[in-house]
């Protein structure tokens, strides 16, 4: 959830529960969801290992998570797991431009961050959303050259095609 940014974006009557690992992050949030009048069920909760049954949930949005959780095919998974069949999940994430020089540019810059945050900004997100078992639908450019897209994806795998990379 971090701060609860995305909370203006959902639709009137939406039943949302979200979770962050970071207690502040979630005090944030309910201060932005009281301001807003969003109700919102928030939970302090790791993606990598929800407390939720299979199945809970029809949709799933992540923002800018993945690229700070220290396994995030395991989060992925999660995700997967807790979406009904046929529901989706959308993420908006960071990560590693396909653009070859600024790819491996990324690639530098990211190692010598990994030691001083937890983040990582050169993260192949579409691939481990396929190696967590994810059926990857579309996948947006949202910025230049790729670093950030939009992925569309739903629990399980199907057959997929050079095309569904979509961009």
């Known amino acids: 959830m971090g701060t609860g940014a995305n909370m203006a974006h959902y639709p009137p009557g939406a ?16 201060q932005r969801a009281e301001a807003s009048g969003v109700e919102v069920d928030l939970r302090l909760m790791d993606v990598q290992r929800l407390d939720f049954p299979d199945r ?3 949709s ?7 690229c700070s959780v220290s396994d995030p095919v ?31 540019l990324m690639d530098g810059l990211d190692l010598v961050l990994a030691r001083l945050t937890e983040e990582r900004f050169a993260r192949r997100t579409v ?4 190696l967590a ?35």
């Open 56 to 58: 809970s949930f029809d």
């Open 15 to 30: 039943v949302v529960t979200a979770v962050d690992r970071n207690q502040c992050m979630l005090e944030r949030a309910r």
């Open 127 to 130: 691939e481990n959303a396929r």
């Open 74 to 104: 395991a989060g992925l998974r999660e995700l997967g797991r807790v979406v009904k069949p046929g529901g989706h999940i959308y993420l908006i994430e960071h990560m590693r431009s396909e653009v070859p020089w600024l790819g491996r």
């Open 133 to 167: 078992g994810l059926y990857v639908e579309r996948v947006q450019n949202l910025w230049w050259t790729g670093i950030v897209r939009l992925i569309v994806a739903i629990p399980g795998v199907r057959e997929t095609t050079s095309a569904s990379e979509g961009w």
């Open 60 to 66: 799933a949005v992540a923002t800018l998570v993945f």
